[in-house]
């Protein structure tokens, strides 16, 4: 074996799990190492868009804390012959056109639910006519969800309809990094020009990333009047609505609220099987209907994840040469999932709660009755009932002694107001995000 591979299988060793080394890494073949380009064998399509998917940057990374080269790695798969497939490394930054979008990310691939509806239907005619009634156009939700996925679609539909029109689709980091650049080199005009210029429709990803970037939102602001005032389409995501993403400018957070605005929910059971299948048939993959219901009720929201498990299903299946079963299904979710945290403690949800309305930990013991500390206390209680076992004595005990009837109350107030409000639905979801197990 080559010594630079050998060495870099070492250090990999070192910072990944040791199931995720033998699965992932030990079927590696090296095939070659030059120009910067190492060359590896992979057993199959599965395993290499895995690979790709989640240790690219691992191996790149590893390989320039060998060499200080920036390696290109090229995978094949065992019995293909040599094609121009890389893993690309070149920094992320700047626009994004055609060639850029993601190509599995179109409308044709998108599974629409009830939970994803109205964020795809605005979507869908905005892409008939970019700059019409639908500017802009604000869709939020929580991560893996299909935001990506949609603006990405939004910019294949626009170029297969009107091929002139230059799409500029980037995430807001992107956006910052060039303002960076281009503040450093003196390029600014050149900057303003671009987007003012050449861009028919401007697609931003994770808006939130800006918060708190004062610049990056000034001039993003200029740019979004101007195009907005030249009747150019203007489409950005966020995990969260423009009134709660921290440290954003009231001024851009009254221009996104201006326009329309699609909360992208977490899927129910339905979509998320339909999803598996889709997925299943875009990989061809064969996926039996018992295995597609198990994932779906064991993966709760993330369709990221319902997508992993797949892939990982499909991996192993044919590594070992057998059909993807009920039993492969389960000893791969054990294996994913056994990373996964124990259920918060009731003081742990108390402090993220505390410090997301930020108020004190002992006002939500208190029995403080004013709105401000009363209704973040609901809604601790609430996530407790929903992400731990106590029952509703136990939980009011934690919170000073009260009742269980209060708990009782507070839970259900919550439920019911979070089916009328999906700003508070998500936020609770932002919420949990971090402390569900
Ligand atoms: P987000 O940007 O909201 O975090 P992504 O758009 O990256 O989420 O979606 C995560 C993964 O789930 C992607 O691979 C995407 O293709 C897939 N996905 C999400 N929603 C759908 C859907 N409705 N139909 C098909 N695939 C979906
Ligand atoms: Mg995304």
Redesign the pocket.
């Known amino acids: 074996m080559n010594d630079l591979w050998e060495r870099s299988l070492e250090l990999t060793r070192e910072r990944i799990k040791a199931q995720n080394f033998k699965t992932w890494f030990e079927p590696i073949n090296f095939v070659s190492a030059k120009d910067n380009t190492l060359t590896l064998k992979v057993p199959n399509k599965f395993f290499k868009h895995w690979l790709t998917e989640n240790y690219s940057s691992i191996i790149t990374d590893v390989l320039f804390d060998l060499t200080s080269v920036n390696y290109n790695i090229k995978l094949l798969i065992s019995n293909e012959k040599e094609k121009k497939e890389k893993i690309s490394n070149k920094p992320r930054g700047h626009l994004r056109v055609k060639g850029n979008l993601n190509p599995?990310?179109t409308f044709k691939?998108?599974?629409?639910?009830s939970c994803?509806g109205i964020a795809h239907a605005h979507s869908m005619a905005i892409s008939k006519s970019p700059g019409g009634k639908h500017n802009p156009l604000f869709i939020y939700?929580?991560?893996?969800?299909?935001?990506?996925?949609?603006l990405n679609a939004i910019g294949h539909e626009v170029l297969n309809k009107n091929s002139n029109l230059n799409v500029h689709y980037l995430n807001s980091e992107e956006f910052m990094n060039e303002l960076i650049y281009s503040i450093r080199y003196d390029k600014m005009n050149n900057f303003r020009n671009k987007y003012r210029n050449s861009c028919g429709i401007l697609l931003v990803?994770?808006i939130q990333f800006i918060g708190g970037k004062e610049r990056t939102q000034d001039e993003f602001f200029h740019i979004f009047n101007y195009l907005y005032d030249s009747r150019r389409q203007i489409v950005v995501?966020s995990d969260n609505f423009p009134k709660n993403i921290p440290q954003l400018k009231d001024r851009l957070k009254s221009r996104f609220e201006s326009g329309l605005i699609a909360y992208?929910k977490p899927?129910e059971m339905e979509?998320k099987i339909a999803?598996l299948k889709?997925?299943a048939e875009i990989d061809e993959i064969d996926l039996p209907n018992e295995v597609a219901i198990f994932l779906a009720s064991r993966i709760k929201s993330n369709?990221?994840e319902?997508?992993g498990c797949l892939l990982n299903l499909a991996a192993l299946s044919s590594i070992n040469n057998s059909p993807i079963t009920l039993d492969l299904a389960q000893e791969i979710l054990q294996n994913l999932l056994h990373y996964k945290k124990e259920k918060p403690s009731i003081e742990q949800i108390q402090k993220a709660v505390a410090k997301y309305f930020n108020i004190k930990l002992s006002d939500l013991t208190s029995n403080k009755k004013t709105k401000p500390i009363a209704f973040p206390r609901q809604i601790s209680m609430y996530i407790c009932r929903k992400l731990t076992d106590y029952s509703f004595p136990e939980i009011g005990n934690k919170f000073g002694g009260k009742d269980h009837s209060t708990v009782i109350h507070a839970v259900k107030k919550i439920e019911s107001k979070i089916k009328e409000d999906p700003i508070l639905e998500n936020n609770i979801s932002l919420l949990t995000k971090n402390l569900a197990p």
């Open positions: 599995k990310y691939n998108f599974v629409v639910g994803n939700g929580g991560v893996g969800l299909g935001k990506t996925h949609l990803d994770d995501t992208i899927p979509t999803i889709k997925k369709i990221r319902l997508e």
